[in-house]
T-cell receptor, first 111, second 115 residues
């Protein structure tokens, strides 16, 4: 499976936008880009996913580069409840099989 | 629907003992996954089922580990002769296979401590 690279940690002030980057230079044409987050002592939680076009949902936006080698998860207005580890994962559209998690980005939200 | 349920939430066992964890997926979901997570690391894939068939196992799943999903509904993960290195959070997830790439829903996990 193609790998992703994320910064280990990021900080954001409360109520400000947060841009979480992810590099996936070896992405294949059939890989979807998924984002999950994990709050302390909980299982991972789905955030958003996309293939080529930018995506929006109630939680976040996903901006995908034109060459698909990178993507950015955008939290429009960070709250203290958004403090979590965010994982960027590639998942093959044909198989939809297991997710391979990296170490993710630990987001700290400063009040 | 209450989501993916895992039982127990916490388990402390002595080295050498056997333990079994249970996962109840979301009712209509036909795929079920097991992951293991140690402190500071992302979840590591162990195995997954489609209905009752176990389709893939990671090499992390040694012969002391066995997973079942007998009727395509709940699943169990058993660890025999536990070792201290087995101490981790064991996560279960489920998803619905469809033409579109769908999300998986995770349970809260079972935290295993081997003493």
């Amino acid at each position: 499976d193609a790998k992703t690279t994320q910064p280990n940690s990021m900080e954001s002030n409360e109520e400000e936008p947060v841009h979480l980057p992810c590099n996936h230079s070896t992405i294949s044409g059939t890989d979807y880009i998924h984002w999950y987050r994990q709050l302390p002592s909980q299982g991972p939680e789905y955030v958003i996913h996309g293939l080529t076009s930018n995506v929006n949902n109630r939680m976040a936006s996903l901006a995908i580069a034109e060459d698909r080698k990178s993507s950015t998860l955008i939290l429009h207005r960070a709250t203290l409840r958004d403090a979590a580890v965010y994982y960027c994962i590639l998942r093959d559209v044909g198989t939809g099989n297991q997710f391979y998690f990296g170490t993710g980005t630990s987001l700290t939200v400063i009040p | 629907d209450t989501g993916v349920s895992q039982d127990p939430r916490h388990k402390i066992t002595k080295r050498g003992q056997n333990v079994t964890f249970r996962c109840d997926p979301i009712s209509e979901h036909n795929r079920l996954y097991w992951y293991r997570q140690t402190l500071g690391q992302g979840p590591e894939f162990l195995t997954y089922f489609q209905n009752e068939a176990q389709l893939e196992k990671s090499r992390l799943l040694s012969d002391r580990f066995s997973a079942e999903r007998p009727k395509g509904s709940f699943s169990t993960l058993e660890i025999q002769r536990t070792e201290q290195g087995d101490s981790a959070m064991y996560l279960c997830a489920s998803s619905l296979v469809s033409r579109m790439n769908t999300e998986a829903f995770f349970g809260q996990g079972t935290r295993l401590t081997v003493v």
